[in-house]
């Protein structure tokens, strides 16, 4: 005999009760693999708070700032063409998953990457490298940024 849930929406609301707790299972039930798989792909990129952390050489957390370091990119009034950069960066074939949505007026990406990057990926950390250096590359190659100031790139993502 196995254990018995009853499930609710947001609201409190009952769905449904007495549910079989195998069910829910998500090697058993699709719905909840496929959140489980869009929940490992999915990645939300603070555009704004990059914008922010260069122009203000403030990097690692509160109290961290490098005087004299800032630099003055228009991060969030370019981020459909980070979009579109971080899109073709990700992706790994023309008719794969992909998904690079810009959210807030250009303040927030939503990126998915796609499902064969993780499937092949040893951890649940492949979404966020790889859209991470993703936006690091595109910010580098937007901007021209030069050697010496591509790690304050680095560190604001």
Avoid: W
Wanted: hydrophobic share 40%; glycine share 12%.
């Amino acid at each position: 005999m196995s254990d018995k849930v009853d499930i609710y929406d947001d609201r409190g609301t009952l769905l449904v009760s007495d549910v079989d707790i195998n069910d829910l299972a998500p090697t058993t039930n699709a719905a909840i693999g496929k959140i489980i798989k869009d929940t490992k792909r999915t990645v939300a990129i603070n555009l704004a708070g990059i914008e922010k952390g260069l122009a203000t050489g403030k990097y690692g957390g509160k109290g961290r700032q490098i005087l004299g370091r800032g630099l003055e990119y228009d991060i969030v009034g370019n981020a459909d063409a980070i979009a579109e950069s971080v899109a073709n960066l990700v992706k790994v074939s023309d008719d794969d998953d992909t998904s690079v949505k810009v959210l807030g007026g250009g303040k927030q990406l939503l990126v998915q990457v796609p499902s064969s990057r993780t499937d092949a990926g040893a951890d649940f950390v492949s979404g966020s490298t790889v859209s991470g250096a993703a936006v690091v590359e595109t910010i580098i190659n937007t901007f021209n940024t030069d050697m010496f100031d591509a790690p304050l790139v680095k560190g604001a993502v």
